[in-house]
């Protein structure tokens, strides 16, 4: 990606108050049946048509800027990305005085999500928010139909894309697509892990999918890193649940995983989390969460301090920088634009687009606020390099042991 642009997305969201990776710390996840309550998906009718608060010096393209989100696999309360996207759209709205909504498709197909976002049009709403790899093939679909929508897909790479379009590049004037170096902050709670003292690991993906291969590749490159510094004998289960919830067989897996001297497993697949957790809790395990800042969620639900970290990314700040955009006229700063975002600040890692949430990790004597912050500096400078190549199909490790498993299910 051109670095020029890369400047540009990571220089306007440290200036405006980030949702999801900003202000002193990441703020924990909504309460689900709070969020639930206040949370329901447009239905069959058109939404009411409020007039928008006076948006005074706001640029006149926005004036009549009316916002909607699609949800993928999961829901609103979905304690990921989900309810990450849908709780910074819903502060950005309710701040601004514009009108914003969000839709579930039916079923989980491309048919389902473009028949929502065709209502989302329908309706009268002209920005549409697409959160998630799944909506590849409905946004080669959908958004050729609507050239005057802006739509922003999140948490998507340029090969998602192109695969679906059967092209070796992607770029639509009306879309602007962002992607996340997972590799990265994988790397830092793989890495924090085994410095923690740790040394029988899992990673439990959602699905292969590249997001979340990265992820897990990264992990294990951290506590390679990590490993080899001590000196540790650390081992790795890997698997994917192929699926995006928990469910009985999920859960009577990781007790396995469990019962067999697994201490910690990175839960990396949305709501995965609550068979991972439930697994953790009969034998005081412990949990890494995923996307956002897992921790409420998990220890409210399972127990106190179960929640060692969680491997985040700025989801919400790119939702903030891109509403932002367009309510200031700017969105063709963006449109057309695919990025992958990641370490645009060294010395601060709250700014970033990846990072570990400062709050809710729990800090020990041999793994450091400061020892973070050193590996994010070796990030920044380049002194510390993490593969993002996923081409194998499983990771390798010069000194941790893989057991991987490939499907669970």
């Known amino acids: ?5 890369i400047g540009m997305i990571m220089s306007a969201a440290m200036v405006l108050s980030l949702a999801a990776c900003g202000g002193a710390a990441p703020e924990a996840p909504a309460d689900t049946a709070a969020a639930a309550a206040d949370a329901a998906p447009a239905d069959s009718e058109a939404p009411a048509a409020d007039a928008a608060a006076d948006t005074g010096s706001r640029a006149a393209a926005a004036e009549d800027m009316k916002v909607a989100m699609v949800t993928d696999y999961g829901d609103v309360t979905d304690q990921s990305f989900n309810q990450s996207t849908y709780e910074a759209c819903k502060a950005f709205c309710d701040a601004g005085g514009f009108e914003f909504t969000y839709y579930k498709p039916e079923g989980d197909s491309t048919a389902e999500r473009v028949a929502m976002i065709d209502k989302a049009v329908a ?13 590849a093939e409905a946004i080669i679909e959908a958004t050729p139909m609507y050239p005057d929508i802006k739509f922003i897909s999140l948490d998507m790479t340029e090969s998602d894309l192109a695969g679906a379009a059967g092209t070796d590049t992607y770029s639509e004037p009306n879309v602007f697509v962002a992607s996340y170096q997972e ?30 291969m990265r992820y897990g590749y990264g992990f294990v490159q951290g506590a390679d890193a990590a490993a080899a510094e001590d000196g540790a004998d650390v081992t790795v289960n890997y698997a994917y ?27 990396c697949g949305g709501a995965i989390y609550t068979s991972v957790a439930e697994a953790a809790a009969k034998v005081d395990g412990k ?41 200031d006229g700017k969105w063709d700063d963006y449109a057309g634009k695919v990025l992958s975002l990641g370490i645009v600040d060294g010395e601060n890692p709250e700014k970033n687009y990846v990072q570990l949430p400062l709050n809710s990790t729990i800090w020990t004597d041999s793994f450091t606020v400061d020892d973070y912050k050193a590996i994010v500096a070796g990030m920044a400078d380049g002194s510390i390099t993490v593969s993002n190549d996923i081409s194998a199909g499983q990771p390798s490790a010069e000194t941790v042991k893989i057991n991987f498993q490939g499907n669970i299910k």
Do not use: C, H
Request: proline residues 2%.
């Open 123 to 135: 309706d009268g709403y002209n920005v549409v928010l697409l959160p998630g790899f799944a909506f």
């Open 287 to 327: 949990v890494i969460g995923v996307d956002v800042d897992q921790a409420a969620a998990i220890d409210g639900q399972y127990g106190e301090g179960m929640t060692i970290t969680s491997a985040m990314k700025g989801l919400g700040a790119t939702v903030e920088t891109l509403l932002s955009a367009i309510r």
């Open 183 to 212: 590799e990265l902050v994988g790397y830092m709670a793989g890495f924090a892990a085994v410095k923690m003292g740790y040394t029988r690991l899992g990673f439990l993906g959602g699905m292969a999918v590249p997001g979340v």
């Open 1 to 5: 990606m051109k670095k020029k642009l």
């Open 241 to 267: 649940g192929n699926q995006f919830y928990g469910d009985a067989d999920i859960t009577a897996a990781m007790d396995t995983w469990y019962s067999g001297g697994t201490e910690v497993v990175f839960a």
